[in-house]
């Protein structure tokens, strides 16, 4: 297939209509949040907050930025291991999230943020809104290097609105617990992500082979994508939980799993190698199971020991993932998987959503303490209707709920972008930047077919 | 022209000359603020302050910290999109940054923290130095691959005092508010480069033409910096504010504005190539210009509409500028701006400041509260002199001044940097690494003129 | 010599063996501080503690994160300079950090936060975590290229249980100030590193001398490492400093020593070029010397002027290092140091560890304030025992302890790995990446000895 690949007026026309549509929704909706609010100092007054440390700025900022940094150095990077896709790794992954990132501002807002009329919005919100973008860079990475940056617009639209929902079902209507997002964010993009690509399922897609593979440099790049995700985990899955002990307690549980997700790595990667050498990709990915592992439990009283033991299990099974259920998704469900968010996002999400369950069902004021406990799952102490099995219970409910959502809504986007006229490339010219890119003249030589099908189509 | 480039003696005695120098003029001068001072245990109890975190450093120092990385990771990786300078990007910036902190801490501290004839610093004075050194970061772009890392030096030495000499008329004469620098810094910084740059024109620059441009490797190299500072953007705007509400919103406005200056840089980027690709020029630097520009106002109740409207417009004039302007510059005025920060700092640095000029001009009680008011722009509730609209003359005022400032410094310092004795490289030599580096030998072959010019002058 | 460095069944055995320990041993005796556990909310009422914010982690969580960053992307990238070595540079840093931080987590636990028979960790934990597994980073420097990744866990396994030792010893027993780790890490770490690889010496070696360099990429990628950890550094040395004054000073004093380090570094390395070129290994790591010699002193009175001063001369002195001791060592002492940590770490520590007891022999109750003093050594007031001088004995002390626990401990270990049975690769493969890594087919063709030496052994 030839599609014509000159973005010249589709992209630019998508961007700006939709950054139109934003700065009205903006001069509409969205308003400062009474820290952020130059209000603050009578406000202070009224509610007798003595210190400006008081301020929720000071309790997330940090974590804030660690979020940020994940989100497009993390993911950014960690797909520039592909050897001719790094502008488009890096490049298209900071355009979806900073559209992302508004879009999701404004939808959370109406769900959780919505005052007389207006969102207002304060460090929490960004932290939101970025999170909320970690479930489409998810789920670019089963799609990556497969589409066009329209396609990429136009699914983070609606996979944002989507997320949106879907958070809004778990946390309000479930009451359920969720603070890293192994449902919400890592299950919900995994499953949303491999349901678009089986759809945009590319039988030639082999004509591109050659090119789906890394080089030298472009693994080592890919490696400051995976050591910031990994070293800013525990900010991911502290970042919205409550003040003290909770956001805390999250990041050494995020801490330890992730350690101990790091030695399993290594062993099945050499042990699954006839040389017993190790795999880059899954160094670059499997180790990063344990942060997701434990997205829903971190806050809780999981225990150390308890993380450690999810991230020994994930680092297994994540490599195990990439060793032989990609291959297996490929062959015989057509889910082209590039990245293989299924190991690193699908699998140890629903894992995720399973520890925080159980966890959530063995919760007792014991471990916790009784006001411990009713400060840990948000219940009024007096309310004797909340029990730790009922909450355990909403929270197995949350994985199905978000599986559904990704699936119905994976289907219907998968189908929109299948439509011939988002400037997709040809099968022959997937995984290569300068489709979409000026590459400078060392590169060009390399590039084998044809840039502009329209005028000169391809032959398979 | 064949200068001699060999430092030997020049670069380390100007090094060690100005670090002897530093040392004598930190141990006359500085001291460390009562925050830092062992005595504050003490001053603690005489002032009231229960506990510790009311420490200045718990409040600033995470931003320092995102500062840092800006201007040390985020100017230095920016700066090795081109292919054969990425020692020199990273390692001078870096030199030149390493002095400028000193120097400023010096400058600055006269100007701001001197009290009983010493200076005393605290993690807001190494904000603020980094800051200045920002504007030098931002000039050097202008003259990156052209001069020695002795003409760096000079030029940071010259550049720093006046900068501290801009700021205290702005921020202490004028009573200007410019916490993420729109005027101080960026204005200032840009437009000094330019004029040194104009000053140290180069006719025959075309003879290094083959080098001023990117590889692949390099470009996602400078990809780094762009992320870092893109994402720490935030930090740097509210690094100095007030506590509380103001460094929350100027977090959040430069959030705002960042994001949809992304979707305007691809837009054009797009639009103006014929074939609709994208050009990595454009993302790397365009996506940043919203950053500069909500400099002066994003403590300001600017609301995030505003600062999406702000970044709307400054993706699209950036872009435009590095189509248009830059080769404009070069050919009509000789202004030979290798990084087009005139795109990046020039343009936007001005729009920051009128921005931040109506923004001020329209500031009320009723958006601000009549306390808040008061708090934002620092003046005696009781004080019936203070008014909007002076104010706001009074920050379009530091723009002009800011300007006036960096044509004359800019025109003195060129003329210095022009005098040639700094071991300045050939016109053939520009944009080489191997001129003031050993470099590896899959290099070395690359090099194809005299490196030592004194022994074996080269012919144009 | 030729070993077998096909690890399919030892490696993976030993991480697996490893972990499970972890596992076990979390198990037992790895709970939650009371700041870390849920039980908090009560606690918090016991102790008359108001704030969500007085819980620890608001004071240390932002330089802890700095700290990971150091320890995972810093040292990491640091050694990425070789040219075929990256993959292991990073990876194998990963590896080992992973490792080490658990097992440093219950050795240091159970030195410092056991109680009633648990390890109650919180952040402050996960920072001397981190600080541990630093100094087996350092070793490793020295051994870089030469051993395999079995070889560097079992030195991580004896090393982390070393220094736990010998910093109980130091702080406890001694009662040594050393918050940065001039003594316990730095010295220690090179120490330990140098003797290992004085047992290891490899006569043969040159046999791999033509990969024990960099290539262009390869340097800037190590220049990624070099600034997070300089730009972080001011982190290390505060991070477990005391509240308040302290870690506002120690981050001050970092941030002088650092930036003065950088001139001399750039002024040498200049000087000892014969065409006054810069040298890439000088500005990687003689630029960090200024952090590791004030890593005792930064948290007391040193003054900004001592901070520029020790500065000053790590920079003079770490260059003459890498120039003219690190060839002298290799060549009479048979000591094969890969990064130079003799440089880096070695001398600066022990000139930090001077440069400690000096300024601990010098501290007064007029720089100081009576409980100024008092606070900064950690002494009663009431105490007419503790005397400066006493204080600076027992600093110097530490240096001695140190060195004798990195050399007595290091030929211990060093023996260990001496055994062939670890899958060290043969001389002719050092610094070699295919010998334990899948690389790409770009680099394959590159690799010219035998890859598997059990079944084609290679002639020397």
Same mark, same amino acid.
């Given at each position: 297939?030839?599609?014509?690949?000159?973005?010249?007026?589709?992209?630019?026309?998508?961007?700006? !209509? !939709?950054?139109?549509?934003?700065?009205?929704?903006?001069?509409?909706?969205?308003?400062?949040?009474?820290?952020?609010?130059?209000?603050? %100092?009578?406000?202070?007054?009224?509610?007798?907050?003595?210190? *400006?440390?008081?301020?929720?700025?000071?309790?997330?900022?940090?974590?804030?930025?660690?979020?940020?940094?994940?989100?497009?150095?993390?993911?950014?990077?960690?797909?520039?291991? !592909?050897?001719?896709?790094?502008?488009?790794?890096?490049?298209?992954?900071?355009?979806?999230?900073?559209?992302?990132?508004?879009?999701?501002?404004?939808?959370?807002?109406?769900?959780?943020?919505?005052?007389?009329?207006?969102?207002?919005?304060?460090?929490?919100?960004?932290?939101?809104?970025?999170?909320?973008?970690?479930?489409?860079?998810?789920?670019?990475?089963? %799609?990556?290097? $497969?589409?066009?940056?329209?396609?990429?617009?136009?699914?983070?639209?609606?996979?944002?609105?989507?997320?949106?929902?879907?958070?809004?079902?778990?946390?309000?209507? &479930?009451?359920?617990?969720?603070?890293?997002?192994?449902?919400?964010?890592?299950?919900?993009?995994?499953?949303?992500?491999?349901?678009?690509?089986?759809?945009?399922?590319?039988?030639?897609?082999?004509?591109?082979?050659?090119?789906?593979?890394?080089?030298?440099?472009?693994?080592?790049?890919?490696?400051?994508?995976?050591?910031? &995700?990994?070293?800013?985990?525990?900010?991911?899955?502290?970042?919205?939980?409550?003040?003290?002990?909770?956001?805390?307690?999250?990041?050494?549980?995020?801490?330890?799993?992730?350690?101990?997700?790091?030695?399993?790595?290594?062993?099945?990667?050499?042990?699954?190698?006839?040389?017993? $050498?190790?795999?880059?990709?899954?160094?670059?990915?499997?180790?990063?199971?344990?942060?997701?592992?434990?997205?829903?439990?971190?806050?809780?009283?999981?225990?150390?020991?308890?993380?450690?033991?999810?991230?020994?299990?994930?680092?297994?099974?994540?490599?195990?993932?990439?060793?032989?259920?990609?291959?297996? &998704?490929?062959?015989? &469900?057509?889910?082209?998987?590039?990245?293989?968010?299924?190991? !690193?996002?699908? %699998?140890?999400?629903?894992?995720?959503?399973?520890?925080?369950?159980?966890?959530?069902?063995?919760?007792? #004021?014991?471990?916790?303490?009784?006001?411990?406990?009713?400060?840990?799952?948000?219940? *009024?102490?007096?309310?004797?209707?909340?029990?730790?099995?009922?909450?355990?219970?909403?929270?197995?409910?949350?994985?199905?709920? #978000?599986?559904?959502?990704?699936?119905?809504?994976?289907?219907?986007?998968?189908?929109?972008?299948?439509?011939?006229?988002?400037?997709?490339?040809?099968?022959?010219?997937?995984?290569?930047?300068?489709?979409?890119?000026?590459?400078?003249? *060392?590169?060009?030589?390399?590039?084998?077919?044809?840039?502009?099908?329209?005028?000169?189509?391809?032959?398979?």
């Amino acid at each position: 297939m030839a599609w014509n690949t000159n973005l010249r007026w589709r992209l630019p026309l998508t961007c700006l !209509l !939709l950054q139109v549509a934003l700065v009205v929704l903006f001069g509409v909706f969205v308003r400062y949040s009474p820290d952020a609010d130059a209000h603050w %100092i009578e406000y202070k007054k009224t509610r007798n907050v003595s210190s *400006d440390l008081d301020n929720e700025f000071y309790y997330r900022y940090p974590s804030f930025q660690d979020v940020h940094v994940m989100i497009f150095v993390g993911f950014g990077f960690l797909m520039t291991f !592909l050897q001719r896709y790094g502008y488009s790794s890096v490049g298209f992954n900071f355009l979806l999230a900073a559209f992302g990132i508004q879009w999701a501002l404004l939808m959370q807002g109406w769900f959780h943020s919505f005052e007389d009329g207006y969102i207002l919005i304060g460090v929490e919100n960004l932290i939101n809104a970025d999170f909320c973008v970690g479930s489409v860079c998810v789920a670019f990475g089963a %799609i990556l290097g $497969k589409v066009s940056p329209i396609q990429l617009l136009i699914m983070t639209l609606f996979q944002v609105t989507l997320f949106s929902v879907n958070e809004f079902i778990l946390l309000n209507l &479930l009451a359920v617990k969720d603070a890293g997002g192994s449902m919400t964010i890592h299950t919900f993009g995994a499953y949303f992500g491999l349901t678009v690509t089986r759809i945009l399922y590319r039988p030639n897609l082999y004509q591109s082979k050659e090119r789906e593979s890394a080089v030298y440099q472009s693994d080592i790049f890919a490696m400051i994508g995976t050591l910031f &995700l990994w070293m800013y985990w525990p900010s991911f899955n502290s970042a919205v939980s409550s003040h003290g002990d909770a956001q805390h307690r999250a990041a050494i549980n995020t801490y330890c799993s992730l350690a101990a997700c790091v030695l399993t790595t290594v062993a099945l990667s050499s042990a699954l190698n006839k040389k017993g $050498k190790l795999d880059m990709v899954h160094i670059q990915n499997a180790t990063l199971a344990g942060g997701v592992a434990v997205g829903t439990a971190a806050e809780m009283m999981l225990m150390p020991y308890g993380s450690v033991i999810v991230g020994f299990f994930c680092g297994i099974i994540c490599t195990l993932g990439y060793v032989y259920l990609t291959p297996f &998704l490929e062959s015989h &469900l057509w889910i082209q998987d590039t990245c293989g968010i299924h190991n !690193l996002h699908g %699998i140890p999400g629903i894992i995720g959503g399973i520890v925080g369950a159980v966890t959530a069902a063995c919760a007792n #004021s014991y471990t916790y303490g009784q006001q411990g406990l009713a400060h840990a799952f948000d219940f *009024d102490v007096s309310n004797h209707e909340w029990s730790s099995s009922t909450q355990g219970g909403f929270q197995a409910a949350g994985i199905f709920v #978000s599986l559904a959502m990704a699936l119905v809504g994976g289907t219907i986007v998968g189908l929109i972008l299948k439509l011939p006229i988002w400037g997709q490339p040809a099968d022959e010219n997937c995984f290569e930047d300068a489709i979409y890119w000026e590459v400078p003249e *060392d590169q060009k030589d390399i590039v084998v077919h044809a840039e502009d099908p329209t005028l000169k189509p391809s032959e398979p």
